[in-house]
């Protein structure tokens, strides 16, 4: 599974981003699939997941209500739509593909997107 990451950018404080990682190989329909973000100086945390059929979403506390995470099987594309977005949430973000939903949750990953930076002025 290759995936493209795309829909970074720089945007102030309360705005809102939507990003989007496009998947190819015949897999992806049966991936779990997460967002990660790295901050400067940060270690890379889970932001969010979805299970193949999007029957289970996690997010983590720092993003709930705020971001929400989705899947298009039939595009092979998974979203992350940020909103309220705040300096802290300033970091490259990364889709991710695993097998399992538990897998990528605990941040357990077999693919990486090559990251989109997400800029957020105060």
């Known amino acids: 599974v290759q995936l493209q990451a795309s829909g970074g950018g720089l945007v102030p404080a309360g705005g809102s981003l939507r990003l989007s990682c496009t998947a190819s190989?015949?897999?992806?329909?049966?991936?779990?699939m997460g967002w990660f973000r790295q901050a400067p100086g940060k270690e890379r945390e889970v932001v969010a997941a979805?299970?193949?059929?999007?029957?289970?979403?996690y997010y983590a506390d720092s993003v709930k209500g705020r971001f929400t995470t989705s899947r298009d099987n039939a595009r092979k594309t998974v979203y992350l739509q940020m909103n309220s977005l705040n300096p802290e949430d300033t970091a490259v973000y990364y889709c991710?593909?695993?097998?399992?939903?538990?897998?990528?949750?605990?941040?357990?990953?077999?693919?990486w997107g090559q990251g989109t930076l997400v800029t957020v002025s105060s």
């Open positions: 190989g015949r897999t992806f329909a049966s991936s779990a």
């Open positions: 991710a593909a695993g097998e399992t939903y538990r897998a990528v949750v605990d941040g357990t990953v077999g693919y």
């Open positions: 979805i299970r193949y059929d999007s029957s289970s979403i």
